[in-house]
């Protein structure tokens, strides 16, 4: 991992995340999800999941909080995700899915992520949920 994250930090992504997944707009399967990620530069980025009728259109809280933090110009080639923390409302097993893992991986791929699993939270990084992710 590149880096440790303190305890205060996680501790902050954590509720921020927590308070994302409140945000959710998620009617049709209930699974409300918020992310928040931390960037290189020290700025903390939220998202949450919104869903559609058609399923496809659907979009995940980690690429919310990656597409709006790119948006917001908090994330760029210069600036990396060092860390980010996925969290479902009522503290189900939420792993990223395999789309936003490739995601993340873009703009962090030694990122720490924070998520639960089994009732426990747990820490590892993009690159071990996604080896031999593609690249140009």
């Not at 903390?44 to 919310?64: F, K, M």
């Not at 980010?84 to 990122?111: K, L, W, Y």
Request: with cysteine; net charge negative; charged share 20%.
């Amino acid at each position: 991992m590149t880096k440790k994250l303190t305890p205060e930090i996680e501790k902050f992504l954590w509720d921020a995340a927590e308070a994302a997944a409140a945000l959710a707009y998620a009617p049709y399967s209930g699974f409300h999800v918020g992310a928040a990620l931390l960037t290189s530069e020290g700025e903390i980025v939220t998202g949450c999941n919104v869903e559609n009728a058609s399923y496809g259109l659907t979009n995940c809280a980690e690429r919310t909080a990656v597409f709006r933090a790119v948006a917001e110009q908090k994330l760029s080639r210069g600036v990396a995700i060092e860390a980010i923390a996925v969290v479902h409302r009522d503290h189900q097993s939420c792993t990223p899915c395999g789309a936003c893992r490739q995601v993340m991986h873009e703009f962090g791929p030694n990122a720490i992520v924070l998520y639960e699993y089994e009732g426990e939270r747990r820490q590892t990084t993009v690159n071990v949920l996604l080896p031999e992710s593609f690249q140009l």
